[in-house]
């Protein structure tokens, strides 16, 4: 993420704090033997705001995504976020967030999407 800023402990901690925003989407495709999750989730905590995604072809995780407004441990959450930029609280712009879903959102494409 070019205009991200991130810190340097973001790669070794993990995401805990509520989730204020989130993009899931389950898409399908024909030529395809499973479905696409894509979660895109916005959690604050008190330091800041970490931005995350997770992807997966798993049916039986699809249910049990986070959703907005719960308090997530990433440690204890079951999944594991394939990408992860910690913003602290003082540097978080809202444009932080639109450009993270831009850039890290996935779908399958055709067949009515």
């Known amino acids: 993420m070019g205009s991200t800023p991130a810190t340097a402990t ?47 072809s798993n049916k039986s995780v699809f249910d049990f995504l986070p959703q907005k407004d719960a308090e997530i441990d990433e440690a204890q959450l079951g999944i594991a976020f394939l990408h992860k930029v910690f913003i602290p609280k003082d540097q978080f712009q809202p444009a932080h967030w639109e450009e993270f879903k831009k850039e890290r959102f996935m779908a399958y494409g055709g067949h009515g999407e």
């Open 10 to 56: 973001a790669a070794s901690t993990h995401v805990s704090g509520k989730i204020i925003d989130t993009v899931v989407k389950v898409s399908v495709d024909a030529t395809r033997p499973l479905p696409l999750a894509c979660a895109l989730y916005e959690v604050e905590n008190p330091q800041g705001v970490w931005l995350c995604a997770f992807y997966g």
